[in-house]
Nanobody, 112 residues
Framework: QVQLVESGGGLVHPGGSLRLSCAPSVSVFGMYNIGWYRQAPGKQREIVAL???????TYNAAVKGRFTISTDHAKNTLDLQMNSLKPEDTAVYYC??????WGQGTQVTVSS
């Protein structure tokens, strides 16, 4: 089973930036869909950005233009660069391969 380990969460002021990384235990890029999801308190988990198996990328409209998903093949990580963060971006962020595996989540808090 693929294990996904996230890192990079934390507390940041509004307008700040954070970079999240997800390290799969095996090579998955190009073979499976993998992406970043988030769940805020009292809300359902939602997709943030998805890297499809064939390379297509889709973003949640709420983060488009501010967040960028990318892969670092040298490190075998899936990264999420988050800029211009807003308080409404506060959530637990998960790296996920739908139907296959989920990471444990990393907290992102945007607050002044």
């Amino acid at each position: 089973q693929v294990q996904l380990v996230e890192s990079g969460g934390g507390l940041v002021h509004p307008g700040g930036s954070l970079r999240l990384s997800c390290a799969p235990s095996v090579s998955v890029f190009g073979m499976y869909n993998i992406g970043w999801y988030r769940q805020a308190p009292g809300k359902q988990r939602e997709i943030v950005a998805l890297l499809e198996r064939k390379g297509n990328i889709t973003y949640n409209a709420a983060v488009k233009g501010r967040f960028t998903i990318s892969t670092d093949h040298a490190k075998n990580t899936l990264d999420l660069q988050m800029n211009s963060l807003k308080p409404e971006d506060t959530a637990v962020y998960y790296c996920g391969m739908p139907g296959i595996s989920w990471g444990q989540g990393t907290q992102v808090t945007v607050s002044s």
